[in-house]
């Protein structure tokens, strides 16, 4: 029986500091965009209506992110994929090429770690989705389960 594709998301805690981090940018945009304003050179106008729509388009990422906060891993039938997550390892793979699932203390605290036949590995840190993490864990190893022809006892 196959289950629906599963999202797990950034927490909100990391959507907040990515808002900030664009509302940064989007300040140092607005000022640049001001000062080219003020010059009058009509290269310089151009310059900084293009640096107010950047400011614009920063504010309006940020605000998506902070809505809809980014998928960092999917899992469905085939496989996981992970997203956002930089130097994770492998990014994706399917779940008759993992050998075992690991639960182990990183530098970003608990990560999940998934072992590839190959010897490569993906680190997922629990702590961009802390609220998920149980429920993350939970569904690998179901869907790892599963893919394998493992059924529960009961």
């Known amino acids: 029986m196959s289950r629906p594709a599963t999202a797990y998301r950034l927490d909100q805690r990391h959507a907040i500091r990515l808002l900030g981090l664009r509302m940064v940018i989007a300040a140092a945009l607005v000022f640049g965009a001001a000062l080219a304003l003020g010059v009058d050179a009509a290269a310089a106008r151009v310059v900084g209506v293009c640096l107010g729509a950047g400011a614009v388009v920063a504010v309006g990422a940020g605000a998506l992110a902070l809505l ?87």
Request: proline share 8%; charged share 25%; hydrophobic share 40%.
């Open 68 to 154: 809809r906060p980014p998928v960092v891993v999917r899992l469905d039938d085939g496989g996981y994929r992970v997203r956002r997550v930089p130097e994770c390892g492998v990014r994706a793979a399917g779940w008759l090429q993992v050998d075992r699932v690991d639960l182990e203390l990183g530098p970003m605290g608990q990560t999940l770690v998934i072992r590839l036949q190959s010897g490569e590995s993906t680190s997922v840190p629990l702590v961009l989705m802390p609220r998920a993490a149980a429920a993350l864990q939970r569904e690998v190893h179901d869907r790892l389960d599963a893919a394998n022809g493992y059924r529960p006892l009961a």
